[in-house]
C-alpha cells in the first residue's frame, strides 16, 4: 500500500542556527499523520537535524551520494557515512544534479545500487526539460531516464524507493505543472511499472510531484489519483508553507 508522502529538499540552503530554527518552527506546527514527511537538509547538517528530529516521526534525507563506500574522492560522501549519522534516505538524480554537476543515467545506476546495497530509501527524480515537453517527446524522456537510471533493480527492492517525477520546466521557476498534467505522466509511470514488472510494484509506490508547489495548489495537486505527494523546493524553508503543503492531505 503506498504512502502520501512530502519531501522538503533545502537544497544549499539553511546553516546550523537557521536549520534548528527552520526544525524548530515546524516542530510548533500543527503536521497531520497522514503524510510521511521527510527533510533534506546540506550534508553539515545531517546529524543535527536528524537529534533535533528525534521526538518527531520526520525522517532526514540526503541530497546525494557517491555511489563508492570509501576511497580517493575528494568532496564525496558515502552511503556508509549518512547511515553513520542516522540518515536513511537519500534524493537522487535531482535536476539540479544531473545540468550542474552532470550526472548521466549511468552514474545514477551506480548510485542507486550503492544505497540499495546499504538498505536506504531513495527518492529518484526524474523529468523532462521545457524542450522535450514542447516536441512532444516528454514520456519518451521520462521512460528513458526511468529504465536507464532504475528499472534495472529487482522487484523486492522496490519497497525501498520513491519516484519524484520533476518536470525541470517547474522547478524553482513558479511555473507548475498543471494537475492534468501531473496525473497523466505519473498514471503513465505507473503504467509502464506495471508493464515492466507488475501491478504490485506499479500499485505499490509512492510517485511524488515536484515544481514550485505552493500551499495555494498542492491540494489540488495532490487531489490527483496517482499523485502521491510532493517533493518541496522553495515552499520547504518556510515552516508554515511546508505544513500547508503537507495538511492539503487533510
Ligand atoms: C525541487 O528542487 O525539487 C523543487 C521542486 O523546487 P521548487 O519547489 O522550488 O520548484
Not at 8 to 23: H, S
Not at 141 to 157: A, D, P, S
Not at 184 to 200: G, Q, S
Request: hydrophobic share 40%; glycine share 8%.
Amino acid at each position: 500500500m503506498r504512502r502520501n508522502i512530502v519531501a522538503g529538499n533545502w537544497k544549499m540552503n539553511c546553516d546550523i542556527p537557521q536549520t534548528y530554527e527552520l526544525l524548530d518552527a515546524l516542530k510548533e506546527q500543527d503536521i497531520t499523520d497522514e503524510v510521511s514527511v521527510i527533510v533534506a537538509p546540506p550534508f553539515t547538517n545531517l546529524q543535527s537535524a536528524n537529534q533535533a528530529l528525534l521526538d518527531t516521526e520526520i525522517l532526514v534525507a540526503a541530497q546525494n551520494m557517491h555511489q563508492e563506500s570509501t576511497g580517493a574522492y575528494t568532496g564525496e560522501v558515502s552511503a556508509t557515512m549518512l547511515k553513520s549519522v542516522g540518515v536513511e534516505v537519500v534524493i537522487l538524480g535531482h535536476s539540479e544534479r544531473r545540468a550542474i554537476f552532470g550526472e548521466t543515467n549511468a552514474l545514477l545506476t551506480a548510485k542507486v545500487n550503492a544505497a540499495l546495497e546499504n538498505e536506504m530509501t531513495i527518492i529518484f527524480c526524474f523529468g523532462e526539460e521545457l524542450s522535450d515537453r514542447k516536441a512532444g517527446s516528454h514520456f519518451d524522456v521520462v521512460r528513458q531516464q526511468l529504465e536507464e537510471g532504475i528499472f534495472h533493480i529487482e522487484k523486492e527492492n522496490w519497497n525501498n524507493v520513491i519516484l519524484a517525477y520533476e518536470p525541470v520546466w517547474a522547478i524553482g521557476t513558479g511555473e507548475t505543472a498543471t494537475p492534468d498534467q501531473a496525473q497523466e505522466m505519473h498514471h503513465f509511470i505507473r503504467n509502464t511499472l506495471a508493464e515492466v514488472f507488475d501491478t504490485d510494484v506499479s500499485q505499490d509506490v509512492s510517485i511524488l510531484y515536484g515544481g514550485s508547489v505552493k500551499p495555494g495548489n498542492a491540494k489540488e495537486i495532490f487531489g490527483k489519483q496517482d499523485v502521491d505527494g510532493g517533493l518541496i523546493g522553495g515552499a520547504a524553508l518556510n515552516a508554515a508553507d511546508f505544513t500547508a503543503i503537507i495538511n492539503a492531505f487533510e
